[in-house]
């Protein structure tokens, strides 16, 4: 039995996996030295600094997977490109206005349109392929949570 692989299929995943997991990295390693998150007053549910690069690293590559399924299967539309990058730009500016600059309260301002960005993106994605929309589930509830954790923070350290 002979397996037949379409490569062009693979390259979309590897590439459509490989943009939001390289520009978060590149992200990181430009806001890195004014996190500060250690020296902030934080919440009861704040989950320690280790953390954020291991889940963020997960979203980053189902968010790629999802856009991925789209891409490779031919149902990526205007509609869903926008979307997708749009919260792609809108997440990777988020660090740069909480930590880099320091505005907390813009920065949560900032964060809730991610979240509707979010979940417009999941829901488009559903209506095109189910699996592509069910694999934001994990960064709807993590955006959701970092919003909580965002506005905590400003008010703890106004």
């Known amino acids: 039995m002979s397996v037949s692989i379409n490569w062009d299929k693979v390259k979309t995943y590897i590439v459509s996996i490989l943009v939001p997991l390289v ?9 890195k030295d004014a996190m500060g998150y250690e020296g902030l007053d934080t919440p009861a549910l704040a989950p320690p600094p280790v953390l954020f690069p291991i889940v963020w690293s997960i979203l980053y590559t189902l968010m ?3 856009h991925g399924i789209l891409k490779a299967n031919g149902l990526s539309t205007r509609d869903t490109e ?5 919260q792609l730009i809108v997440n990777l500016l988020w660090p740069v206005l909480f930590f880099s600059l320091g505005w907390r309260l813009a920065a949560f301002i900032w964060i809730v349109l991610l979240d509707i960005l979010v979940i417009t993106m999941a829901v488009r994605f559903y209506r095109k392929n189910k699996t592509a929309g069910l694999l934001q589930i994990p960064y709807i509830m993590w955006v959701l949570f970092a919003t909580y954790l965002n506005l905590s923070i400003y008010l703890l350290n106004r």
Do not use: E, H, Q
Request: no cysteine; proline share 0%; aromatic share 12%.
């Open 23 to 31: 520009l978060g990295a590149i992200v990181g390693l430009l806001t």
């Open 64 to 66: 790629g997977i999802s």
């Open 82 to 86: 926008s979307v997708y990058y749009a």
